[in-house]
Every structure is written in C-alpha cells, then in structure tokens.
C-alpha cells in the first residue's frame, strides 16, 4: 500500500472529527428588553421558546440585551449570531429564514372615545412609535408619523394632542398603559398581525445555526410542543 492510499484513508478518518468541532456548540441572540418575553435575566417567552429550539440540538442559548438598533448592527457585523424580533426583510446583510418564532400582535393606543383606527385608516392620524421600528414599511396608508427614543412620557404624549395614536407590540402597549393612573382614559385596538424573525448573521456559523433553526421549528410546529410555552405566557399561538 503506497503513502498516497495511507493518506487517504487517515483523511477519510478525521473528516468526521473535524466537522464535530465545526458544528456551533452555542447560539448568541442579541434582544432588546422586552417585559415577559426577552428579559435581561434570560427569562420570557422569546427566550424560552428559542431554549427549545436550540437545545434540544446541542446547541447552548446565550443572551445578550441591547437597544434594539444596536441587536441590529451586532448581527450584521457578525459579532452575534442574530437578533431577536426582525420582521421580514427588515435589515440587509443578515440571512431569514423560513420559520417565524412568534408574530407581533400591533396595537394602537389612543385616549378613549376617539374613534377606533383600522389599517385602511390609519394615514388619517398623526402616529408615533419607537425608533427602528420600521412600521412604516409594514403597515399601509401610513404618512405622519414621529419616531421616539423612549416609551416614557408617551401618555402625556397623547393627552396633550402631539399625537393621535402610539404603534407598538401588544406587551410594550399594555406596559405603556399600566404607567396611567387612570388606564380607563385610554383604549388599545388591534391592528395587524407581523411574523416576528431572527435575523442571522451572514457567516457560516448563521448559516448553520439558521439550517438548525429552520428544521427544529418544523418540527415543534408539528408536534405542538410549542403550544405549552405560550400557554404558560398567556399569549396567544402564532401557528
């Protein structure tokens, strides 16, 4: 047997080996911190939801909480694995995969007794929402709008005029909402509905995990075994 035939079959050995240490032994999902969902501490429905999807499979959560514009920027330069909460093709740069985790439920709230907004009315009112949040691109018909670094102050926002409505995810709204006095003041009405993603990094390693992801949501989706989690949340079922 010459050295050519030996060399051979010591590659045909370690190939295997080398792949096992290529294979992500752990997943870093950037979020902002969102109440009930992607707490700071690694609690929440997101983080538990993605706990399952990820482990099961070998692969360890790690969670790392930013501003969200930031969880943006992290995962299109690479120095996280994704972020948590995009919605389709909301930022270029990164990689989206087939399967949803969630979707937000957009509400809007308003002072109570101004009549109901729907998507076919909304251009009709002076809106306002957290920077980077993008609803323009989502929702239709949308023309006045202003962006706000912070959820604070956006009741006396709407008490005082400088708006007519404020866009958010039904557990932000409800969060503004619980910070009045006097919540009866106030209405929450629904909106739309918006697949909620996480935007991978563009690297081989977001490539990788994205394959994992997309197969193990197939599967829970299948089996159910997700339906527990929001159960538990009490938030409804996005599948």
């Not at 080398?18 to 429905?45: C, F, I, Q, R």
């Amino acid at each position: 047997m010459d050295v050519r035939h030996w060399l051979l079959i010591l590659l045909c050995a370690l190939t295997p080996l080398v792949h096992a240490d290529e294979a992500p032994g752990k997943v870093m999902l950037a979020s902002e911190a969102w109440n009930d969902y992607t707490n700071a501490d690694g609690s929440g429905l997101a983080w538990d939801v993605l706990r399952l999807v990820f482990e099961p499979a070998g692969i360890k959560l790690q969670t790392r909480t930013v501003p969200y514009t930031r969880s943006v920027g992290l995962a299109q330069r690479g120095e996280v694995d994704g972020w948590v909460g995009s919605y389709r093709d909301e930022a270029t740069g990164v990689l989206y995969p087939h399967w949803n985790f969630d979707s937000d439920h957009i509400y809007a709230l308003g002072l109570a007794g101004t009549p109901a907004p729907t998507v076919a009315t909304l251009g009709n009112y002076r809106l306002a929402w957290v920077r980077g949040y993008k609803y323009e691109e989502y929702l239709p018909n949308v023309r006045r709008f202003n962006q706000i670094e912070r959820r604070d102050g956006i009741l006396p926002m709407l008490q005082h005029g400088r708006a007519d409505f404020y866009i958010d995810a039904l557990t932000e709204a409800k969060y503004v909402l619980a910070q009045s006095s006097d919540p009866s003041k106030f209405q929450l009405t629904h909106i739309a509905e918006l697949p909620l993603y996480i935007g991978f990094a563009d690297t081989e390693r977001g490539r990788a995990l994205m394959a994992v992801y997309d197969q193990r949501v197939a599967t829970l989706v299948k089996s159910g075994e997700l339906k527990a989690i929001f159960e538990r949340w009490n938030q409804p079922y996005p599948f």
